[in-house]
Nanobody
Framework: QVQVAEFGGGSVQPGGSLRLSCVAS????????MAWYRQAPGKEREEVAV???????IYADSVKGRFTISRDDSKNSVYLVMNDLRSEDTAVYFC???????????????WGKGTLVTVSS
C-alpha cells in the first residue's frame, strides 16, 4: 500500500520563498521519475518540474530560474524550493512519483493529495 504525501505549503508574501517536500511510503522497490504539478484556481493542472531517474531536471518556463527540484531516493523524497514567489504561483501543488513495488513488474504513478501555496500581500 503505497502512499504519497506533500508537506510545506502555506502563505507567503510576493518575493518570498518556500520549500515543499514529498515523501512516498509503503512497499517501494525503486522510484523512477519524480515530479511536481500545480493547479491554480480556475485553471488546469500543469507540470511544474520533473526530476527523472537519469538525473535530468526539467522545468516549466514560468518557473525556470526560480524553482529548484531535488530528490533523495534513500528517503523516497522529492523537494521543490520555490524562490521569488509571485501571485500567479498560488495553487495547490501535487507530487507525483512513478515507482515499482517489487523487483519485477511494471511501474505505476502515485499522486499525493496536494498542499496549498498562497502568495499574497
Amino acid at each position: 500500500q503505497v502512499q504519497v504525501a506533500e508537506f510545506g505549503g502555506g502563505s507567503v508574501q510576493p518575493g518570498g520563498s518556500l520549500r515543499l517536500s514529498c515523501v512516498a511510503s509503503g512497499s517501494i522497490f525503486i522510484i523512477f521519475d519524480m515530479a511536481w504539478y500545480r493547479q491554480a484556481p480556475g485553471k488546469e493542472r500543469e507540470e511544474v518540474a520533473v526530476y527523472t531517474s537519469g538525473g535530468t531536471q526539467i522545468y516549466a518556463d514560468s518557473v525556470k530560474g526560480r524553482f529548484t527540484i531535488s530528490r533523495d531516493d534513500s528517503k523516497n523524497s522529492v523537494y521543490l524550493v520555490m524562490n521569488d514567489l509571485r501571485s500567479e504561483d498560488t495553487a495547490v501543488y501535487f507530487c507525483k512519483q512513478r515507482l515499482r513495488t517489487s523487483a519485477t513488474g511494471s511501474s505505476l504513478e502515485y499522486w499525493g493529495k496536494g498542499t496549498l501555496v498562497t502568495v499574497s500581500s
